[in-house]
């Protein structure tokens, strides 16, 4: 069964404290991973798409990384406004149509200290 | 531009009783997507539409679940007899045709009492 896992499920860091969040799947034809944000009482913001194997993309202070089996989304001296849940999510299949529906992981809520 | 639109954005509800959600996708966005969000769960797909059709229904849980597209563009969730399991906060998403990247609304939060 194709699975998606975030860790950890909830991160506490100062101000300036830099870490990484974590997602593992066990899919099979991954064409897409995904990574989005998302604020309490908000829908999920898009943040990157991931598409093979040592591929990266950067956006202010995040960074999305991605192998064959996980990808890291590396946050580099948070400051308190980068407080959400994490979403990772994985894109499956083929279509004449290219939109598939995503698989998400159960998030990961990181909380920002100042 | 606008972004994708969902009304109401909360509902509460009796037990047995019928409710529908709308969306109001993103202009020109051919695909669009339902899914449930329930407390400590992730996002759970319900329905994917390609413009008025339903090529994926896999995550309906119930036949008392159904949705439907009309013009291409906005689209209802209906929930019949609904259950206290029910209650979540129903997303919808869209993206333009041949394209990866969802955008989701604010989403809907319904409570079944």
């Known amino acids: 069964e194709d699975q998606v896992t975030q860790s950890p499920e909830a991160l506490r860091l100062q101000e300036g404290e830099s870490s990484s969040l974590n997602c593992s799947y066990t899919v099979s034809g991954l064409r897409g991973l995904f990574w989005y944000r998302q604020d309490p009482g908000k829908g999920p913001e898009f943040l990157f798409t991931?598409?093979?194997a040592g591929e990266e993309k950067e956006k202010e202070r995040l960074k999305a990384t991605l192998t064959k089996k996980e990808s890291f989304l590396h946050i580099t001296a948070p400051k308190p406004e980068d407080s959400a849940t994490y979403l990772c999510a994985v894109r499956l299949g083929i279509s004449n149509f290219g939109n598939e529906k995503l698989t998400f992981g159960t998030g990961t809520r990181l909380t920002i200290i100042p | 531009g606008a972004g994708v639109s969902q009304s109401p954005s909360n509902k509460v509800t009796e037990k047995g009783k019928d409710v529908e959600l709308r969306c109001d996708p993103i202009?020109?966005?051919?695909?669009l997507y339902w899914y449930r969000q329930s407390l400590g769960q992730g996002l759970e797909f319900l329905i994917y539409?390609?413009?008025?059709?339903?090529?994926?229904k896999s995550g309906l849980p119930s036949d008392r679940f159904s949705a439907e597209r009309t013009g291409g563009s906005v689209s209802t969730l209906t929930i019949q007899r609904t259950q206290q399991e029910d209650s979540a906060v129903y997303l919808c998403a869209s993206s333009p045709y041949l394209t990866d990247t969802q955008y989701f609304g604010p989403g809907t939060r319904l409570t079944v009492l």
């Open positions: 991931l598409y093979s």
């Open positions: 202009s020109g966005h051919t695909a």
């Open positions: 539409f390609q413009g008025n059709s339903a090529p994926d």
